[in-house]
């Protein structure tokens, strides 16, 4: 157990920054850890602003009715575990699926050439996009939760109300949408999103969408961004919404990048010379971003930190799918011995192991390495990855990242800036952008959107 002298010194610093509820109790020591240390670095980590770029919780709120108030014995974030965690501030993710793209997937299906001649055709017509309306019903939700606990948390969509919240003790809930088929490919959709106070959006998710190509699909579509693209992210920098590169393919990224006239994050992605995952950023990307003067959020989904658990994980998954596919043509459905079946493939093929903590503190301490220290920070991706390290269970862990970050002889500095510091930086400064450009002419659709970028 922590000495009781060692805990009074960290509860006065978290105190000093959180006046309701009351301050976390110190947890026992994690085993393995050095007692001193892990005082040291629960006392910083509570003092420390910190943010997470990446929490998927609302699709919870949204599909299953979860209340973020009480405690949950599953998943990884609600308030009760964010306060113990000291987790300040989230970008609650308004994450729009693929499949809400209805309309525009059903074209992707055919052949390039067809897409104009079958775009005039009415049959296609009647088909909805659903994608604008469900962000809006995540909007709605994440919303209806700051109203259900008032004294708690409240919803922040500047620099200065996220840093307000925090200082009055309440979790911070800001909002990044996460899927840039969000906007229909509308940029008055764009603006209506950030006047409901969304401050960044991933240019794609899994699909390649009406302006962008995402890193999911083996073609690509445009080849990057095509005009309407380039407009998208000039509009972006207008109001002062952070263009979040993650999920977007190779191309997209270094024409975003040629295209910003502001900082922009990649909210949750991984590092691809530690895990070759195309989600994840090349050491070449990480030197544009802090060319950019933007961040890149380290996600700590396992596929994501370690290519091994990736790999014993597809695999594993798709043998088991194939005997149990068998299992089921050969067995009634309900009888004992489909039963017995499913249970021997159980026994057979047991849970992968998470990687331990240390794996993604190998990603964090090399994207230090390569890209600085002021252009990293923490996009968990809490509640929207199946599997997360071992000791990083949930948000109430993340003092362990504090800790093992200065075992790895990390400064106090650098920590501050990876758990915080840096987004409220690029935050900053993509507001500043924002208002050096005020009452400038906003960007309207054209004819000439869907053209590819010269190259
Ligand atoms: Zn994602």
Same mark, same amino acid.
């Given at each position: 157990m922590i000495a009781a002298s060692r805990c009074a010194?960290? #509860?006065?610093?978290?105190?000093t920054i959180a006046q309701q509820p009351a301050p976390p109790t110190c947890p026992p020591l994690p085993a393995g850890y050095d007692a001193a240390l892990w005082s040291k670095a629960w006392a910083l980590h509570h003092d420390a602003l910190v943010v997470d770029t990446h929490v998927d919780t609302t699709?919870?709120?949204?599909?299953?009715?979860?209340?973020?108030?009480?405690?949950?014995?599953?998943?990884?974030?609600?308030?009760?575990?964010?306060?113990?965690?000291?987790?300040?501030?989230?970008?609650?993710?308004?994450?729009?699926? $693929?499949?809400?793209?209805?309309?525009?997937?059903?074209?992707?299906?055919?052949?390039?050439?067809?897409?104009?001649?079958?775009?005039?055709r009415p049959a296609d017509a009647g088909a909805a996009n659903g994608s604008a309306r469900r962000a809006l019903m995540m909007i709605d939700g994440i919303v209806q939760q700051a109203q259900r606990h008032p004294t708690r948390m409240t919803m922040c969509a500047?620099?200065?109300?996220?840093?307000?919240?925090v200082q009055a003790g309440k979790h911070a809930a800001l909002m990044g949408i996460e899927g840039g088929h969000a906007i229909e490919g509308d940029l008055g959709l764009l603006?209506?999103?950030?006047?409901?106070?969304?401050?960044?959006?991933?240019?794609?998710?899994?699909?390649?969408?009406?302006?962008?190509d995402s890193c999911a699909p083996a073609e690509p579509r445009w080849?990057?961004?095509?005009?309407?693209?380039?407009?998208?992210?000039?509009?972006m920098n207008r109001l002062g919404m952070v263009v979040d590169v993650s999920h977007v393919s190779d191309a997209t990224f270094f024409d975003a990048l040629a295209a910003t006239q502001a900082?922009?994050?990649?909210?949750?992605?991984?590092?691809?010379?530690?895990?070759?995952?195309?989600?994840?950023?090349?050491?070449d990307m990480l030197r544009a971003i802090a060319k950019n003067g933007g961040a890149v959020m380290i996600n700590f989904n396992c596929g994501f930190i370690d290519a091994d658990y990736a790999k014993n994980r597809s695999g594993r998954q798709a043998t088991r799918r194939i005997q149990e596919k068998a299992a089921r043509d050969k067995f009634a459905d309900g009888s004992a011995e489909l039963r017995a079946a499913l249970a021997a493939l159980d026994a057979r093929f047991p849970p992968?192991?998470?990687?331990?903590?240390?794996?993604?503190?190998?990603?964090?301490?090399? $994207?230090?390495?390569?890209?600085?220290?002021?252009?990293?920070?923490?996009?968990?991706?809490?509640?929207?990855?199946?599997?997360?390290?071992?000791?990083?269970?949930?948000? $109430?862990?993340?003092?362990? #990242?504090t800790y093992e970050l200065l075992a790895a002889g990390q400064s106090e500095t650098t920590v501050r800036k990876v758990l915080g510091g840096n987004l409220?930086?690029? #935050?900053?400064?993509?507001?500043?952008?924002?208002?050096?450009?005020?009452?400038?002419?906003?960007?309207?659709?054209?004819?000439?959107?869907?053209?590819?970028l010269p190259r």
């Amino acid at each position: 157990m922590i000495a009781a002298s060692r805990c009074a010194v960290a #509860l006065f610093a978290a105190a000093t920054i959180a006046q309701q509820p009351a301050p976390p109790t110190c947890p026992p020591l994690p085993a393995g850890y050095d007692a001193a240390l892990w005082s040291k670095a629960w006392a910083l980590h509570h003092d420390a602003l910190v943010v997470d770029t990446h929490v998927d919780t609302t699709t919870r709120i949204l599909d299953r009715g979860f209340d973020v108030g009480p405690r949950a014995n599953d998943g990884h974030f609600d308030l009760v575990r964010a306060h113990e965690g000291g987790l300040d501030a989230v970008f609650h993710s308004i994450y729009v699926d $693929a499949r809400f793209a209805g309309d525009e997937a059903a074209l992707f299906a055919k052949a390039p050439s067809d897409i104009n001649a079958d775009w005039l055709r009415p049959a296609d017509a009647g088909a909805a996009n659903g994608s604008a309306r469900r962000a809006l019903m995540m909007i709605d939700g994440i919303v209806q939760q700051a109203q259900r606990h008032p004294t708690r948390m409240t919803m922040c969509a500047t620099a200065d109300e996220l840093v307000a919240a925090v200082q009055a003790g309440k979790h911070a809930a800001l909002m990044g949408i996460e899927g840039g088929h969000a906007i229909e490919g509308d940029l008055g959709l764009l603006r209506l999103f950030h006047q409901l106070g969304v401050r960044y959006m991933t240019l794609t998710h899994t699909n390649h969408n009406e302006y962008a190509d995402s890193c999911a699909p083996a073609e690509p579509r445009w080849g990057g961004l095509n005009r309407l693209g380039v407009k998208v992210v000039a509009e972006m920098n207008r109001l002062g919404m952070v263009v979040d590169v993650s999920h977007v393919s190779d191309a997209t990224f270094f024409d975003a990048l040629a295209a910003t006239q502001a900082p922009v994050i990649c909210s949750h992605s991984s590092l691809r010379a530690l895990c070759a995952h195309p989600r994840n950023v090349t050491d070449d990307m990480l030197r544009a971003i802090a060319k950019n003067g933007g961040a890149v959020m380290i996600n700590f989904n396992c596929g994501f930190i370690d290519a091994d658990y990736a790999k014993n994980r597809s695999g594993r998954q798709a043998t088991r799918r194939i005997q149990e596919k068998a299992a089921r043509d050969k067995f009634a459905d309900g009888s004992a011995e489909l039963r017995a079946a499913l249970a021997a493939l159980d026994a057979r093929f047991p849970p992968v192991e998470p990687p331990p903590l240390a794996t993604l503190v190998t990603h964090v301490l090399r $994207a230090l390495e390569v890209a600085g220290a002021d252009h990293v920070g923490l996009g968990s991706d809490f509640d929207g990855v199946p599997c997360v390290p071992r000791g990083m269970d949930d948000a $109430a862990q993340l003092p362990r #990242l504090t800790y093992e970050l200065l075992a790895a002889g990390q400064s106090e500095t650098t920590v501050r800036k990876v758990l915080g510091g840096n987004l409220l930086r690029v #935050l900053r400064a993509v507001e500043a952008h924002a208002a050096s450009r005020r009452g400038e002419k906003p960007q309207q659709n054209g004819s000439d959107d869907g053209d590819r970028l010269p190259r």
